[in-house]
């Protein structure tokens, strides 16, 4: 029954995020020749975090509903999505502009915390990373509506899996190249961490949060990783598609893996941009993305 | 049937009438004056709701009356559109009529005689709009009914410089709009002034290319200007709904936009000739889809840019009638099908457009009331002067909180159905004009952008800090009778959002008990979307027999509260303990007044971006 694929998404989320981190991780400091932590740091992070204690400089209902609700929009967001090359049984009942704006719920209660936090780094922090939403997600959304308009169908398998196939065609080929510029933007990474910025302005939305509160936003950014990295193997790998159910689950991961690691390469080479240069830089993919939907409807 | 239903309609015009009168004489005694208006827009509002409920779900009927004024018969129609604005109009004036008593507590020293004897009076003429059935007499006095006692409603502060100018702005464009849609008629050759709606239609069915030109045009800017669109919403509406007493300015957004709206659905959807080739309703509907484009996107970012609360919900009104501007655009250029597929986005994007307006009365109501509160409590609307009220002001927070999300369309709330089915019919409708798409991808950014407003109108009001700095007095939660109408906007807000099935239910309602409509056939049709799917919405697959779009708002909140309950058993799981701290800024500060942040680096980055599209938050 698909119902129970909803559970093994949630769960392949919930489990591999943090190991996927860990390579990040380990790889960014083999780039930098430093010999990194173990692949499972991660886990020890978020075990440790859970069981220290929440500091709070707001005292407000915001401040505390904020972590909880941007896990739970991500944990939506891996919950609905046709992880294993099909759609589950409540990805079935919504389409990919649920899960855009799911995505951007789970940016809008980093934003609430941030505010709540009533810290002015954090309100810089929120700025930014409402204006980077602002301009990625458009980026997002026409990755999908690509699909959406070859295969006349917002669900969400069409929309994932229309893109580049039947059939590898220059919209895609296009909007692939103008979703890994977006992809470090995607997953807030180098040199696109411009929201967080530690040396700037001090991890930005999160620097009031301590504790399991930090720890879920930690957890949440994960998996938000991680679902970055799984949408460009299922929309852009379509030769990575085997047939079946765990077929797929396991060459996607590899997938996954592989584009986890052009992540940690690129961002550690490559030095944060100033957000106006950002903003500057997204409106032009933003229109590139347009011009590949633009093929796409033509038939290109 | 006929003569039920106009019978307690102009029995609710006597009763406006009757508070028009009653209610001023009484002004000296403030809150007596205030409950008998209350008393009288209820019993009219009651009144609509049965008309407004007859015209729906009644036995259907000819739906048309005439009223007569001495020698003169003005045509009245009383079909489902009209019935469905009707309610609108019934349930945001009274939710006004029940704020404004408290709310007018803050002039103590002025006269509330003008403010009651307008209040019922404006009600009265936005209901006469809407149902009469031409553009001629009938109109004239209607509009006019509703035009001056608003230009009074909105001049009532009236010792600063600002509200006059704006008062006299909204007069100015609002005249401008009765004379260009009155001209409209005269266009076209054989209509004289104050023939019937459908008469009127009848002979654009003859009519030539220029006079149809014209008459659509005139039609178009004038009932354009009324709801705001781009650039014609901007020279009067901001200044105008942030400058009225906010009990009218929820009014203005709420229900008078409306009334605009309901003009370009029954020009462009009721009486655009689709038989008549010299009418080309493809060209019409890009037309008018890419003012509503424009419109919902430039009147965001301006909406962006602004410090005030109240000019910041103003802009943001102006963007979000783009968004049902767009869909009426969207449902003309898809009128004249090239099969039953584009029919059936046709037809989900004007159920999309009128639940939006429906979405956007109630959420928008709530937040202009917020705005009221913010007002009331701290006696400023700069929003680099508040900042922290959330703790003050806790069930303001929510309702403002709820509304701000609504708005920017988030799932499970309103705003993400009706802009579902906005985004998705333009989006799909590819094959009929790539151009579409690029206004479906517009909408959507314009929801992220909508969101960058309302996360600084909620942060910047009652997260963040500030208040304690500068407003100079202790700042209360507002009193009950300022937050039950909000807290009744809010439920019906949260059923919209989670029901989308009901409003869809009721918009067809109105669509199928209307005569003339364009797209009546496709309606008809079985495929049409869309109540379906366990109370959400579904469109029909357009290449397969697979739905090709759809929104569960139900499985959204079941999935969104898992994933709170999982956070919250996480937050518990390592036996944490929660201590307080005061806010840290690198240890060299403490938290003041000097070292917060204002509006002036919030997005900069963005509006560095958009610069041209201007809407400086000016004075």
């Known amino acids: ?300 | 049937m006929t003569a039920d239903l106009s019978v307690p309609l102009l029995l609710a015009f006597a009763l406006l009438g009757a508070a028009a009168l009653a209610a001023p004489l009484l002004a000296r005694r403030r809150t007596l004056a205030g409950v008998v208006n209350l008393a009288l827009v209820a019993a009219a509002a009651v009144l609509l709701f049965l008309v407004g409920y007859g015209s729906l779900f009644g036995p259907a009927g000819h739906a048309s009356a005439t009223l007569s004024l001495g020698p003169v018969t003005i045509p009245l129609v009383l079909d489902g559109l009209a019935g469905l604005f009707l309610g609108i109009v019934a349930l945001i004036g009274l939710a006004s009529a029940l704020y404004s008593i408290r709310y007018l507590e803050r002039f103590p020293g002025r006269s509330l005689r003008s403010y009651y004897a307008c209040f019922p009076l404006f009600l009265l003429g936005m209901a006469g709009v809407l149902v009469v059935d031409d553009f001629g007499l009938g109109f004239t006095l209607a509009w006019q009914l509703m035009t001056v006692p608003a230009f009074f409603l909105v001049r009532f502060e009236r010792e600063a410089k600002e509200t006059v100018r704006a008062a006299r702005n909204f007069l100015i464009f609002m005249e401008l709009a009765w004379l260009l849609v009155v001209l409209g008629p005269l266009a076209v050759p054989g209509c004289r002034f104050g023939d019937a709606l459908p008469v009127l239609a009848g002979k654009l069915g003859q009519a030539g290319g220029a006079p149809l030109a014209l008459f659509f045009g005139l039609l178009l800017a004038g009932f354009g200007l009324k709801a705001g669109v781009f650039p014609l919403g901007q020279l009067w509406l901001p200044g105008a709904y942030s400058v009225a007493p906010s009990p009218v300015s929820a009014l203005l957004s709420s229900a008078m936009s409306k009334t605009g709206v309901y003009g370009l659905i029954r020009a462009f959807l009721f009486m655009a000739p689709a038989g008549n080739p010299a009418f080309d309703a493809r060209t019409w509907g890009l037309v008018v889809a890419a003012v509503g484009a424009a419109t919902l996107l430039i009147g965001t970012i301006q909406a962006m840019k602004q410090s005030d609360a109240k000019r910041l919900l103003a802009y943001s009104s102006i963007g979000q009638i783009g968004y049902i501007v767009l869909a009426i655009g969207v449902a003309l250029a898809l009128a004249l099908p090239a099969g039953p597929a584009v029919s059936v986005l046709a037809a989900a994007a004007v159920i999309g457009a009128l639940y939006h307006a429906l979405n956007h009365a109630i959420f928008k109501g709530m937040l202009f009331l917020t705005g009221g509160n913010i007002l009331y409590a701290t006696g400023t609307k700069d929003l680099n002067k508040l900042g922290g009220l959330i703790g003050l002001m806790p069930v303001t927070a929510a309702i403002a909180g709820l509304g701000s999300l609504a708005i920017a369309g988030m799932p499970a709330t309103s705003g993400f159905g009706s802009k579902w089915l906005i985004i998705a019919s333009s989006v799909l409708a590819g094959d009929s004009g790539f151009v579409l798409v690029v206004f479906g991808v517009i909408a959507l950014f314009t929801s992220a952008v909508t969101l960058a407003c309302y996360v600084k109108f909620f942060g910047m009001a009652f997260t963040s800090v500030g208040s304690e700095w500068n407003v100079g007095r202790p700042v209360q939660e507002a009193p009950a009778s300022m937050l039950v109408p909000m807290i009744a906007l809010t439920a019906i807000c949260l059923v919209q959002g989670l029901f989308p099935a009901l409003s869809v239910g009721l918009v067809r309602a109105a669509l199928e008990r209307s005569e003339g409509f364009l797209l009546a056939g496709a309606l008809g049709s079985p495929a049409v979307p869309v109540p379906s799917r366990a109370l959400g919405l579904g469109l029909p697959g357009l290449g397969g027999p697979v739905s090709s779009a759809a929104a569960a708002p139900l499985v959204v909140l079941l999935l969104v509260g898992l994933g709170l309950a999982l956070g919250a058993l996480l937050r518990r799981a390592g036996g944490s303990k929660e201590v307080s701290a005061p806010t840290w800024l690198c240890g060299y500060q403490d938290l003041s007044n000097a070292n917060r942040y204002t509006d002036r680096g919030m997005f900069a980055g963005l509006r560095a971006l958009f610069k041209f599209a201007g809407g400086k938050s000016g004075k």
């Open chain 1, 1 to 300: 029954m698909s119902i129970a694929a909803v559970f093994v998404n949630v769960l392949v989320f919930l489990l591999l995020a943090p190991l996927f981190d860990g390579v990040l991780r380990k790889t960014t400091a083999r780039v930098q020749t430093r010999q990194g932590p173990p692949i499972v740091q991660p886990y020890y992070d978020l075990f440790k975090l859970l069981g220290k204690e929440r500091i709070n400089s707001a005292r407000n209902w915001a401040f505390k509903l904020a972590p909880p609700a941007a896990f739970a929009s991500i944990l939506a967001v891996v919950a609905l999505i046709p992880f294993g090359g099909k759609v589950n049984a409540l990805g079935g009942r919504v389409d990919a502009v649920t899960v855009i704006y799911l995505l951007t719920l789970g940016g809008v209660s980093v934003l609430l915390g941030a505010l709540a936090s009533r810290n002015t780094f954090a309100a810089i922090g929120a700025s930014r990373e409402m204006v980077t939403m602002v301009m990625i997600e458009p980026i997002l959304a026409m990755t999908l509506i690509l699909g959406a308009a070859r295969s006349r169908s917002l669900g969400l398998g069409a929309a994932v899996f229309g893109a580049a196939g039947p059939g590898y065609g220059a919209a895609a080929a296009v909007m692939l190249v103008v979703y890994l510029l977006a992809l470090q933007a995607f997953v807030a990474k180098q040199p696109f961490d411009i929201a967080e910025a530690e040396i700037e302005v001090l991890e930005g939305p999160f620097i009031e949060y301590s504790g399991p509160d930090y720890g879920l936003f930690r957890y949440a950014m994960m998996m938000k990783q991680m679902f970055y990295a799984w949408l460009f193997v299922a929309v852009f790998l379509p030769f990575l598609r085997t047939g079946h159910y765990l077929g797929d689950i396991l060459t996607q991961l590899l997938g996954t893996l592989a584009v986890f690691i052009l992540i940690a390469v690129v961002g550690s080479t490559n030095p944060r941009l100033r957000i106006d240069q950002a903003v500057k830089i997204y409106a032009v993919l933003i229109l590139i993305a347009l011009g590949a939907v633009g093929l796409a409807v033509a038939g290109v």
